[in-house]
């Protein structure tokens, strides 16, 4: 018998098979991983941009509540005089008229997020506001709404 002292030209062929195919799903995982948390981080940043107008909106309520005066309206600010309307939020938190109701593009981290904030009486109730917000960036969009009440704890 001979003695082997290498591998073989067969042995070498299925290692090196082996190898690729390990190498190759590896990184095929990894970029499904990354591509997935890009996703969630953008979904995230969309949630934020929608619930920092819920805040603000009871921030504005609140801060109607404690004017103590009484021609403020617990809607001031938000509605107006009208049953409807289209508001913008600026990143430094500014409500402005929205004339088209198109929304504004807000810039984080590089993607464009068009922000439209609507608000209307709810069952065209005096005590009732719905605000309604819609996020969209990259062919998506989320939307979410909230019915802010002339209620407050304490109040």
């Given at each position: 018998t001979?003695?082997?002292?290498a591998?073989?030209?067969?042995?070498?062929?299925?290692?090196?098979?082996?190898?690729?195919?390990?190498v190759?799903?590896?990184t095929l995982?990894?970029s499904?991983?990354?591509?997935?948390?890009?996703?969630?981080?953008?979904?995230?940043?969309?949630?934020?941009?929608?619930?920092?107008?819920?805040e603000?909106?009871?921030e504005i309520?609140?801060?109607?509540?404690?004017d103590?005066?009484?021609e403020?309206?617990w809607?001031?600010?938000?509605l107006?005089?009208g049953?409807?309307r289209?508001?913008?939020?600026?990143s430094?938190?500014?409500?402005?008229?929205?004339?088209s109701?198109?929304?504004?593009?807000?810039?984080?981290?590089n993607?464009?997020?068009?922000?439209k904030?609507?608000?209307?009486?709810y069952?065209?109730?005096?005590?009732k506001?719905?605000?309604k917000?819609?996020?969209?960036w990259?062919n998506?969009?989320?939307?979410?709404s909230?019915?802010?009440?002339?209620?407050?704890?304490?109040?």
């Amino acid at each position: 018998t001979k003695k082997r002292l290498a591998f073989g030209l067969l042995e070498t062929g299925v290692a090196s098979g082996i190898l690729i195919v390990v190498v190759s799903s590896l990184t095929l995982v990894s970029s499904v991983v990354l591509k997935s948390s890009r996703q969630v981080s953008d979904e995230l940043m969309a949630n934020y941009l929608k619930f920092e107008v819920f805040e603000y909106a009871h921030e504005i309520r609140g801060t109607n509540y404690i004017d103590e005066k009484p021609e403020t309206d617990w809607k001031n600010g938000l509605l107006g005089t009208g049953i409807e309307r289209c508001v913008k939020l600026s990143s430094s938190l500014i409500v402005f008229e929205d004339t088209s109701c198109d929304g504004v593009v807000i810039n984080k981290r590089n993607i464009n997020y068009t922000r439209k904030i609507e608000i209307t009486k709810y069952d065209n109730s005096e005590d009732k506001i719905m605000i309604k917000v819609t996020i969209s960036w990259k062919n998506q969009n989320k939307s979410s709404s909230i019915i802010l009440t002339n209620f407050k704890h304490g109040f």
